[in-house]
């Protein structure tokens, strides 16, 4: 189970700040050739479906290899391979040119065309507007190699009916897709907000409900200094305003946090969709019915995953918004906008300590989720990106629909060697034009550089990750910065083993420039671990992009900031490896690590977690895991890696281990000794009082070690603990200045 879902990142602008008790203690929890868009190796070739069509949207399927011109990356290209697909045909290209000039019959078992239905969000209106779009496509009979498949999205990618030509299956998986009555509660939600949109008056002037409560207020205000002004009516109309905006903000608020949700569900369904297609050869298709989705926050690299792993494995989206006439509003983005707008404004008119309110506080966050809230420019680019297109703002689809037919029916097919020197992960635009200005050419934006053997096999390979893959082969490993990476462990709920990741970069390693004009300092650096298992054989890899925007004003503290990244991983006992590179995007710099780590047996008897020192500690949230083995009554642990440790600005240093009881000795009560180490030298142990186990059997424990006295030098802390005949130790390095 991955932690990004609860605490997956902890960036942290300040001083270090682990200011602790002078003596040692300690706190419990009880305290708180149809194929694929593929790059071969050796002579790489890559294969384009393009669909050419003149300024009446008609198909023009007379043109030659000499009407094309194709360049990748910038540079121009030949055309290695063309021919037209139409049908169960293929006619090659002329004589001389690359091709027979004859027709070709496709062989159905290899050259097969590959149409996926999905829905997703669909009310009763939808519902209809899908259906009979969907019929209407199933009204003739299906080409021999033509296959359909029906899925739908609803939180999680659902299948209906798996790919057949068989079309009294297909209608029926239709049906039930599209069919039955909404039993969820949108419709009510409408009504009531319609009712409370009425309360706070006519919005002519396209006002947030916050600006129309701000004008009621204000008039009230001036109004309650008339004579002739009845208080009492003025205080209702000011109630039933302020109720209003209450409860709409409360909707608008769960929207929110909806659309988030909703957002992150459909990137992840799409992308299981297209990254297992790769396997079979020739065009395939997705027909895409929904009402869109919004990208939300630290999701646009999986978004981009999904057109990337599309274009590779030769998949075509044709996104249809099923809310038909006027869906290009989004009046939910237009909304969000406007009032974090009038909160600005507001707050910038605001004087002296005037109380802030809520919209205002959030404003920052509206504006910046109201930038991606136009769901049709999401589906636009899912669409134009992998040469579809998309269908939006009509109740007439037999049009657009016939259009989308032909693009399965006839495309030409061309092939060109791109003579890649680096396979940078890079993204390399590809534009298709033709010796014709008046023609409209459909084709794929592009691909990533990767590898072959990465391409070719399935495998969701972010560019970004390229670069650190590639570290992992080099000798000596490159080390331009230092970060510092383990693997640690824990015990799981019925003492199942858990393996922690925790990958620690001082934020000051990485390259910023400087924008001026903004009063902000910009960068972007990327991780990559893999864990391996005894075999070798990989069990887990993960990674990301994080973007970089520092203050001008907060500058100087980002020498003594660290980005903290920790990822929970189910292992079964053994002996793992742990790869780790870590890329500053901005200076074109990477550092590289490999290390191994142990998950001892979960067996009950007496144990000690993974020993870690803490950074920082703060309050729990809806989204921490109860399993998570940092989470320690009320607050979750934030640990470092061998840390660097001044004297001068801390006066004891806090570590964090758990203790797992032997259930078998209950009344025998254990024993924890720290036994300390300067240089090689041991100076001498002593004991830590340790308090009462939890139900689960085990001891959180706090150690506060006093480092003022301390000498400078290498440190190691090895912690023993003792339970009648049983024992088990850790140990935790620093360095003190």
Known sequence: MTRLAFRAMTIMLGAVALAAPALIAQTSAQTPPDKPTVIKGGAEEVVLDVIVRDKHGRAVNDLTPQDFEITDNGEKHTVKSFRLVQGAEAIGAPTGAG???????????????????????????????????????????????????????DHQLEAIQSFTNDRELLKKAVLRATGGENSNFVGDTERVQAELQQILGPNQAGQSAQQQVNN?????????????????????????????????????????????????????????????????????????????????????????????????????????????????????????????????????????????????????????ESSRANTQVTLGELSDSTGGFLIANTNDLKAPLRRLNEDIETYYEISYTPDIQKYDGSFRKVVVKTARADLKVQSRAGYFALPPSMAANGNVVSGYEVPLLKA?????????????????????????????????????????AEDKAAGVFDGRFSYLAVIKNANGEVVKKFGNEIPLKVPAAKIAALGQSHFIYTERVDLPPGRYSLDTAVMDQQGESISADKRSFLVPAADGKLGISSVAVIRSMKDKDQNTAPADPWLMGEKVVSPTLQPLVKKSNTKSLPFYLVVYLDQQQKGVAPELTMEFTKDGQLLGSGPAPLGPPDKDGRIQYVAQVPVEQLPSGNYSVKFVVKQGAESADDTVTFVLE
Request: charged share 15%; proline share 4%.
């Open 216 to 368: 009621m207020q204000d008039s009230a205000n001036g109004a309650s200094t008339g004579a002739t002004t009845n208080p009492g009516s003025v205080m209702t109309s000011q109630v039933a305003a302020l109720t209003a905006q209450m409860m709409l903000q409360m909707l608008q608020g769960q929207q929110g946090m909806a659309m988030i949700d909703w957002g992150r569900s459909s990137i992840y369904a799409l992308l299981n969709v297209v990254k297992e297609q790769y396997r079979l050869p020739g065009r395939k298709t997705i027909i895409y019915f929904t009402t869109g989705f919004s990208i939300p926050q630290g999701m646009e690299e999986p978004f981009k995953n999904v057109i990337s792993i599309a274009n590779r494995s030769n998949v075509s989206f044709y996104a249809i918004d099923t809310r038909g006439v006027g869906a290009g509003g989004n009046g939910a983005a237009s909304a969000a906008l406007t009032s974090a707008a009038d909160s600005s404004k507001r707050q910038d008119q605001s004087t002296g300590y005037a109380a802030v309110s809520r919209d205002q506080v959030t404003a920052f966050d509206t504006a910046l």
């Open 99 to 153: 091709g027979t000039g004859q027709r070709t019959q496709l062989d159905p078992l290899r050259q097969i065309r590959l149409v996926t239905l999905i829905y997703q969000g669909l009310g009763l209106t939808d519902r209809k507007l899908a259906r009979e779009a969907s019929l209407d496509l199933l009204k003739s009979d299906l080409p021999q190699n033509v296959y359909m498949a029906v899925m739908a999205i």
């Open 472 to 512: 992992f082969e080099s000798n000596p490993l490159p080390k331009s910065f230092t970060y510092h990476a383990e693997g640690m462990h824990f015990r799981g709920p019925q003492s199942q083993g858990v393996g922690e990741i925790v990958i620690d970069a001082p934020l000051s390693s990485f390259k910023l």
